[in-house]
Nanobody, 122 residues
Framework: QVQLVESGGGLVQPGGFLRLSCAAS????????MGWYRQAPGKQREWVAH???????NYADSVKGRFTISRDNAKNTLYLHMNSLKPEDTAGYYC????????????????WGQGTQVTVSA
C-alpha cells in the first residue's frame, strides 16, 4: 500500500508565506505525476498545481506567480511554496500522486493525502 502525508499548513497573515510538504511512503516502484488540489468550505474542489516526473509544471490562474510546486524524487516528497497569501487561499490542501507499486512500472494508481488546512487571516 502507499500513503501520502501532508504537513506544513497553519494560520498565516495575508501577504505571508507557507510551505506545504507531501511525503509518499510504502510499496513504491516509481512516482509519476504529482500535484495539489484545495477545497474551501462550501466550495467545489479546485485544482492548484501539477508537476510531472520530468519537472514540467502547471498552475491554476488563481495561484500563478505566487505558488511554486516542486519535488524531491530522492525523498519521494512533493512541495508547494505559497507566497503572497490571500484570504481566498484559505482551504484544505490535498496532494495526489500517480504511483506504480513495487515490482512493475504499470499499472499506475492515484493516491491522495488526508489534507492539511491553510488559513489566511489577519
Amino acid at each position: 500500500q502507499v500513503q501520502l502525508v501532508e504537513s506544513g499548513g497553519g494560520l498565516v497573515q495575508p501577504g505571508g508565506f507557507l510551505r506545504l510538504s507531501c511525503a509518499a511512503s510504502g510499496s513504491i516502484f516509481s512516482i509519476y505525476a504529482m500535484g495539489w488540489y484545495r477545497q474551501a468550505p462550501g466550495k467545489q474542489r479546485e485544482w492548484v498545481a501539477h508537476i510531472t516526473s520530468g519537472n514540467s509544471t502547471n498552475y491554476a490562474d488563481s495561484v500563478k506567480g505566487r505558488f511554486t510546486i516542486s519535488r524531491d524524487n530522492a525523498k519521494n516528497t512533493l512541495y508547494l511554496h505559497m507566497n503572497s497569501l490571500k484570504p481566498e487561499d484559505t482551504a484544505g490542501y490535498y496532494c495526489y500522486a500517480d504511483v506504480a507499486r513495487s515490482g512493475a512500472p504499470a499499472p499506475r494508481y492515484t493516491y491522495w493525502g488526508q489534507g492539511t488546512q491553510v488559513t489566511v487571516s489577519a
